[in-house]
């Protein structure tokens, strides 16, 4: 997995949630307004049926776009463990799990929903079955509100809000529909809904904004050394990840001749964005396990940084240490 820093990946897979939860949204919207006109025969209505097969072919489409994105991208590193597994990711676990589990028990639905296309098991048994859309509505908006990399932007604050709306106003109105003096249910159960999400969203799982390709940082140094030695020159390079306050990758390459070190070359790669910040090195620790150097950034101010980097003696194949930022 992690093929790639592209920022196209990063922003697919965002998109690709969100268009996920709108159409969940709006599959259940429909599917109550039109099982609610009168009573359910025998056997499903067409259009019913239509209506979540082509809507749950399109749920299922945009989900795993959702995910192959998110295992192929660096900005958030995961594993096929943590992307299939619930509970088991380290980003938050509780909020991720939830939008696995709506996943596979999505997953399941669509099983039942070929099932009883077949005849190979009872509608009874089907229409039973599928009252599990609830948890995965319920399980999908708890994702998108504890995890979701939007979630209090003010457009996908508002999206959630009107989905929320919708699915708990039309459901209300299904169960009080037969009772006039009710009416009033179904509104402030949307409302109260609504508010409960957009509070959540906009105040205890308020994400931490991580800076922008910053010009300032200190994170935790992980990579590895590869040496390349010819007749009269050898080559030495560092790559690694930068992780914590600020992502990046870390490139780092010396040509070395019996004179000393004639050339060099200094590169970071930020993320989410992708932009890279060029440059040199200018000195390496007389123990041999650090350097220091500088790096352009075209666009960015300030333009230039200094960048040091430190790493601790180990028996290890990879190396642990620290890489840092400072404006030059």
């Given at each position: ?10 922003y697919a897979a965002r ?77 938050r676990p509780i909020w ?64 959630m809000a009107v989905c ?165």
């Amino acid at each position: 997995m992690h093929l790639t820093s592209s920022p196209i990946a990063w922003y697919a897979a965002r998109g690709a949630g969100v268009a996920a939860y709108l159409l969940l949204s709006t599959v259940i919207v429909v599917g109550l307004l039109m099982a609610g006109r009168s009573s359910v025969p025998a056997q499903p209505r067409a259009s019913v049926v239509a209506v979540h097969r082509f809507g749950g072919l399109a749920i299922a489409a945009f989900i795993v776009l959702h995910v192959a994105t998110l295992g192929i991208d660096a900005w958030l590193p995961f594993s096929l463990t943590d992307l299939f597994v619930p509970f088991t990711n380290r980003v938050r676990p509780i909020w991720t799990g939830l939008g696995i589990v709506a996943a596979e028990l999505l997953l399941a639905l669509g099983i039942t929903n070929a099932l009883v296309r077949r005849r190979r098991i009872p509608y009874r048994v089907w229409r039973t079955l599928h009252y599990a859309n609830w948890a995965v509505w319920l399980s999908a908006t708890a994702h998108a509100v504890g995890v979701g990399t939007d979630r209090s932007s003010a457009w996908l604050t508002a999206l959630m809000a009107v989905c929320v709306i919708a699915v708990t106003g039309v459901a209300a109105w299904r169960v009080t529909r037969r009772r006039p003096a009710w009416r009033v249910v179904a509104p402030a159960t949307a409302v109260v809904a609504a508010a409960l999400v957009t509070g959540a969203a906009l105040g205890p799982l308020r994400p931490a904004q991580k800076p922008w390709n910053s010009a300032t940082f200190s994170d935790r140094l992980t990579g590895n050394i590869d040496r390349q030695t010819g007749a009269s020159r050898g080559l030495i390079s560092l790559h690694g990840d930068g992780t914590g306050g600020q992502r990046v990758f870390v490139r780092v390459d010396l040509l070395a001749t019996p004179d000393g070190i004639s050339n060099t070359s200094l590169q970071l790669e930020y993320l989410p964005s992708g932009d890279r910040c060029t440059g040199e090195v200018t000195g390496i620790s007389n123990d041999g396990r650090g350097f220091t150097g500088w790096c352009a950034l075209a666009g960015a101010t300030p333009a230039r940084r200094t960048i040091t980097g430190h790493w601790q003696a180990s028996d290890a194949p990879g190396l642990v240490g620290t890489i840092a930022s400072a404006p030059a």
